[in-house]
């Protein structure tokens, strides 16, 4: 029998959410997902020291400032990334820019532009936006433009359902995110099956697929190969590392969890969203308030973390 990871491949693209590119060459992930956290990461090990080094002499060759040297190495990373997966990248808008749709749009374009300067061309690139009311508008705006978007940071209906009215191309839904709140919450264990992150994606796929909408649903953010294999069928999973070297070790059956053939009756009419109606469904939901802003508030300090290390290596050249 086949492993696991072999099983959910023929069910599901199967993402890999890491800036490590030997691991990703290692289990033939279609796609490739990052970060602030995850490049700060990759960036300070050593099998890519090269790539760092390289993007501070460039800086320097041409009086950058730290933030623009930073770009410059998410982008090094992506474009090696794009030389590995067969398919898509995405590359994230600062997280500073959250709550500011005009300042996303500008990044956004930036990217895009600096990607094609580097013989990478727009198609392949998903461009990474926070799920605020800000960051969905930014993202409706890009999509007309051509510009395929990821929604990050997914924690609720309220945000799928968002996202797909403006036309986002994909969401990241966090499964293990919303785990980690209600464990905290309510003091309880779950099981695959009861896993509230878990069941937070099945019900955004039901609705998604029962009303027809073609934005990609990609779990993230897992905890445990139980919730992975609970999500098995979903369009895509954007999985560590660790938890693909679990699934390729695993060679018991895999069976499918989510199929669009049984969503076909809507559990609930199609959602539509004014900004008004949008902040106070969010401010119904605790966890996808307070986890919404604590993401963030991570991808934030990671990035603050990235420019340091960017300076501290300019100055040890100097």
């Given amino acids: 029998m086949p492993s696991k990871l072999d099983q959910l491949k023929a069910m599901t693209t199967v993402v890999a959410d890491t800036g490590d590119m030997d691991a990703i060459r290692r ?3 279609v796609d490739a997902t990052t970060n602030p956290s995850l490049i ?9 020291e090269h790539l760092l080094d390289e993007t501070i002499l460039w800086g320097r060759s041409r009086n950058h400032l730290t933030s623009e ?7 090094r990373f992506g474009l090696e990334l794009a030389k590995i997966v067969p398919s898509r990248v995405s590359t994230e808008v600062d997280a500073d820019l959250s709550f500011n749709t005009e300042g996303t749009i500008t990044k ?5 532009t ?4 580097l013989g990478l061309n727009h198609k392949r690139i998903l461009i990474k936006i926070a799920a605020t009311w800000e960051g969905i508008r930014a993202a409706e705006i890009l999509q007309r433009e051509g510009i395929d978007c990821n929604m990050t940071l997914v924690f609720s209906l309220t945000q799928a359902a968002a996202c797909a009215d403006a036309g986002a191309f994909l969401i990241s839904p966090f499964v293990g995110r919303i785990l980690d709140w209600y464990s905290k919450a309510e003091g309880k264990s779950y099981t695959a099956e009861t896993d509230p992150g878990v069941l937070s994606v099945r019900q955004i796929y039901n609705y998604y697929k029962a009303h027809q909408i073609e934005t990609v649903i990609m779990g993230a953010s ?8 609970a999500l098995a069928g979903c369009d895509r999973l954007t999985i560590s590392p660790q938890l693909l070297e679990e699934l390729s070790k695993d060679m018991g059956d895999l069976p499918r969890r989510l199929d669009p053939k049984v969503a076909m009756a809507p559990e609930s ?5 004014d900004e008004k109606t949008f902040r106070f469904m969010m401010n119904e939901d605790a966890m996808a308030t307070e986890k919404l802003a604590e993401g963030i508030r991570v991808f934030a300090r990671d990035l603050r973390g990235l420019r340091e ?7 040890e050249a100097a």
């Fill in 27 to 29: 289990f033939g992930a």
């Fill in 269 to 273: 009419a199609k959602l539509s969203f």
């Fill in 309 to 315: 290390l960017v300076s501290k290596r300019l100055l």
């Fill in 114 to 117: 600096e990607y094609e300067k």
């Fill in 40 to 48: 700060l990461k990759a960036a300070r090990m050593h099998n890519y």
């Fill in 222 to 229: 897992f905890r445990n190969q139980g919730e992975i294999e």
């Fill in 108 to 112: 956004a374009g930036q990217i895009i």
């Fill in 69 to 75: 040297i930073t770009d410059r190495l998410a982008l």
